[in-house]
């Protein structure tokens, strides 16, 4: 590889991609395409694409071709490679470690990663340090199982930063295999239903490792973020969630919304409310699934009045009116001096209880039928 000093730099401009680059450039075959990948690593985002106005280096073209047009750059393989998860190996990581940290069987998807990455491993099946691995196509990957819904263009981005995010992550069963978990923590204005911005960091600790806990036992995650700014409404997260119901219409499929208080401290005393919509049984089932978990535990709740009252602002209302998954929502409210009250001790405590309780929401389902 050669040092990036002596190599040339271009500035991409609208819709460029890695592919369309190469081959302005006269570069031949996959072998420039990796090579432009770990190059250029920290810069791409997603598969193929560029960032607009954003600069990279160019390999080194050590056989110039003066014709482009006739150039055969295996544009079917280089295509597919654009549309591949792509992973850094860490210090420790062997060809087995790293798919089980994409959620990924290293019985079944070995082979395959071998054969995608052939030039950069050593010894059989040590990787280097730092260097980019392709990751073989499968469907069920974490970075594919866990996304979070871009509410302004209404997209998908993987809920997970970087490698280092899915470092501790292994799939443990496939308890919630054919499940897809939609989880909302934001919260909206009840006058108008316009998305209160916020950025509370228990909220989004909270979300992400629920997440990481559903998808490591099979589940489908989605979480939710907002444009700060624009204008953000509720009917917006409806209309996202309506369309991958159906798009995974015969998975079962949940909706829970939390409304954690901006005050609440994990070690002090917290109430829970636990309710749903009175004229859905599954959302009811749902509730009680949560609801029993907490009692196990012998966790002081309060009960909001179950039934159509529980939906009395017009937040839950609208959301029970206009959703098409079931809902159970949760609030978790502080209060420091009421020694009567739950003690929420860590955030590994309320996710545990909050994800067993979707657990034998699940599993009891799957018992009745």
């Known amino acids: 590889m050669h040092s990036q000093s002596s190599l040339k730099i271009i500035v991409a401009k609208k819709d460029d991609n890695i592919y369309k680059i190469l081959l302005k450039e006269g570069l031949k075959g996959v072998e420039y395409y990796k090579q432009f990948v770990n190059l250029n690593k920290n810069k ?15 390999p080194k073209n050590e056989n110039p071709v003066k014709d482009v047009k006739n150039v055969n750059i295996e544009a079917g393989t280089i295509k597919e490679l654009g549309k591949l998860e792509t992973a850094i190996a860490l210090k420790g990581d062997g060809i087995y470690s790293l798919l089980r940290r994409h959620g990924i069987s290293g019985d079944k998807n070995y082979m395959k990663f071998v054969e995608l990455n052939k030039d950069n491993i ?4 040590l990787l280097k340090v730092g260097e980019t691995y392709f990751i073989p ?10 996304k979070r819904i871009l509410l302004s263009g209404d ?4 809920i997970f930063a970087d490698d280092s995010d899915l470092y501790k992550l292994r799939k443990k069963n496939n308890v919630l295999e054919n499940t897809v978990y939609y989880l909302l923590l ?27 806990e559903l998808l490591q036992q099979g589940a489908r995650v989605f979480l939710f973020e907002y444009n700060r700014n624009e204008k953000q409404l509720l009917g917006d997260y409806v209309g996202v969630i309506n369309k991958r119901f159906l798009k995974y219409q015969g998975q079962y499929q949940r909706l829970l919304v939390m409304d954690i208080d901006k005050f609440t401290e994990f070690g002090t005393h917290n109430t829970v409310s636990i309710s749903y ?3 859905s049984k599954e959302g009811r089932k749902f509730a009680n699934n949560i609801e029993n978990i907490f009692k196990t535990k012998k966790a002081k709740l309060k009960f909001l009045k179950k039934g159509y009252g529980v939906f009395t602002d017009n937040v839950n209302l609208y959301l029970a009116k206009n959703i098409l998954p079931a809902m159970t929502f949760i609030q978790i409210k502080s209060h420091e001096y009421d020694n009567k009250n ?13 994800t067993t309780g979707i657990k034998n929401d699940y599993s009891n389902l799957t018992f009745e039928d």
């Open 44 to 58: 791409i985002k997603k598969g193929n694409l560029l960032q607009l106005g954003e600069t990279y280096f160019i």
């Open 122 to 125: 050593k010894n059989g099946s």
């Open 137 to 146: 196509n499968v469907t069920n990957s974490f970075v594919k199982m866990g």
């Open 155 to 158: 997209s998908d981005t993987s």
């Open 186 to 212: 934001d919260t909206f204005n009840p006058e108008n239903l316009q998305v209160i911005k916020n950025t509370s960091k228990t909220r989004n600790d909270v979300a992400i490792a629920m997440a990481k």
């Open 277 to 279: 919509y009175q004229k």
């Open 342 to 354: 739950l003690v929420l001790a860590d955030k590994k405590n309320l996710v545990d209880w909050i």
